[in-house]
């Protein structure tokens, strides 16, 4: 059983604050997304799923559409 929670500690380069991430709370992939709640901060691994895979996940949109009018396109002078 992985621990849930551990103590860590800050390492300050010039310009950020980091954060060393132990080895058994590491997440999948090269980005993360961090947000803050309060005074807690929040780390998710990104999605890097692809476009087809979320459009595959989206359920099917049962609209009843207009009849749009098949019109030849206008002339355009130029």
């Not at 997440?27 to 803050?36: H, Y």
């Not at 609209?63 to 002339?75: F, S």
Request: glycine letters at 4%; charged letters at 35%.
């Amino acid at each position: 059983m992985a621990a849930t929670t551990r103590r860590v500690r800050f390492v300050r380069n010039r310009y950020n604050q980091m954060l060393r991430i132990p080895r058994e709370f590491e997440l999948p992939g090269e980005e993360a997304i961090l947000r803050k709640e309060g005074n807690c901060l929040i780390v998710e691994p990104a999605d890097t799923g692809s476009l087809a895979d979320l459009l595959l996940s989206w359920e099917p949109l049962h609209e009843e559409w207009p009849e749009i009018e098949d019109l030849p396109a206008e002339d355009v002078r130029l």
